[in-house]
């Protein structure tokens, strides 16, 4: 069952497989699973075994990526597995939301401006994550989430749920003040007892100081923002790394290294010749807790800040 209005976002590589999304969705959250760089039959592993941790009726999506060679395959999979819903990013399109339709299952796009929450919404979406120049990982824009979410909020009439560099119950608040049904956190939830990354790899976020961020031009095309370490040295400006084994991952790619594969890399524990993608506000987090304890955090600092700003509360 819903209790807050947090949509736990999807992380790849192996960041939030079936035991961080059914922890979210236990502590009352929405848990998403990554389809990103896991197989088909592992993606219906990792949604069966989510369900079957779920208590309650929690609600379980999965995110898939248009900009992957394996998205129709994966789509198709998540919708034979009754997945409460699917979220989709890097891309859309017209056949992704008839899929979705003819299943009965919502199907959510991931935009950056109002223009493409439009477009969305046109084409069939239930709903849009606006995500911010502040998310972790690939980035679809250079402006704040803050400046975004009230121009794609007055542009279409579905949910809008915003993204980036959500970190608190303030940050929650001021979201849905500008009109968001919800928010999605990502970075928060990796520093989680319950997060499949290995503890190397929470620990990089613990650590991270704001200096530590670095911008990366990836083999998509796009900026993503990642933590310093020997790879983002490895790969800074239009440096090139040899690709030992082409995963032909990508429908386009730089080819200049393998994201896939660095990311496969930090997913084994090797968070120093590996890509480590983080959100802005990463320097932010200063242990690893238990998601409930996350969720609470969040909930009383929701309650705190609407009892000094003399507003009303949506979190239970």
């Not at 223009?115 to 969305?120: F, Q």
């Not at 989680?192 to 991270?208: G, L, R």
């Not at 909930?299 to 705190?304: A, D, G, L, M, V």
Request: glycine share 10%; proline share 2%; net charge neutral.
């Amino acid at each position: 069952m819903l209790k807050v209005p947090i949509l736990q976002g999807g992380m790849g590589v192996g960041i939030s497989l079936s035991k961080l999304a059914s922890a979210v969705a236990n502590a009352g959250g929405i848990g998403i699973i990554s389809g990103t760089g896991i197989s088909v039959e592992e993606m219906r592993t990792h949604i069966r075994k989510a369900k079957d941790l779920i208590k309650n009726k929690g609600f379980i999506g999965v995110n898939v990526l248009f900009a992957m060679n394996d998205f129709a395959e994966k789509m198709k999979a998540a919708l034979e597995e009754k997945v409460d819903f699917i979220i989709s990013g890097a891309g859309i399109s017209r056949d992704m939301y008839s899929w979705g339709k003819q299943a009965g299952i919502p199907v959510i796009s991931i935009v950056s401006s109002a223009k493409l929450a439009r477009i969305s919404e046109r084409l069939g979406a239930s709903a849009v994550v606006v995500e911010g120049f502040e998310a972790g990982g690939h980035l679809g824009t250079d402006r704040p989430m803050f400046d975004i979410l009230p121009e794609v909020v007055e542009a279409v009439s579905i949910p809008v749920i915003a993204a980036g560099g959500i970190m608190n119950g303030e940050d929650i608040a001021k979201a849905i003040a500008l009109g968001a049904a919800g928010v999605q956190m990502g970075t928060r939830f990796v520093a989680s007892e319950e997060c499949d990354a290995p503890i190397a790899f929470k620990q990089k976020y613990v650590n991270a100081n704001k200096e530590d961020l670095v911008l990366l031009k990836t083999t998509v095309g796009l900026q993503g923002r990642a933590i310093k370490n020997n790879f983002s040295n490895l790969i800074s400006g239009e440096n090139k790394v040899k690709i030992t084994k082409c995963q032909d991952c990508l429908k386009n790619c730089s080819y200049r290294f393998c994201t896939l594969d660095s990311l496969l890399t930090s997913m084994d524990g090797d968070v120093e010749n590996g890509l480590v993608f983080a959100g802005a506000r990463v320097a932010e987090i200063k242990d690893i807790l238990p998601v409930q304890t996350i969720i609470d955090n969040l909930t009383i600092e929701y309650r705190n800040f609407l009892k000094n700003s003399s507003g009303s509360s949506t979190l239970t």
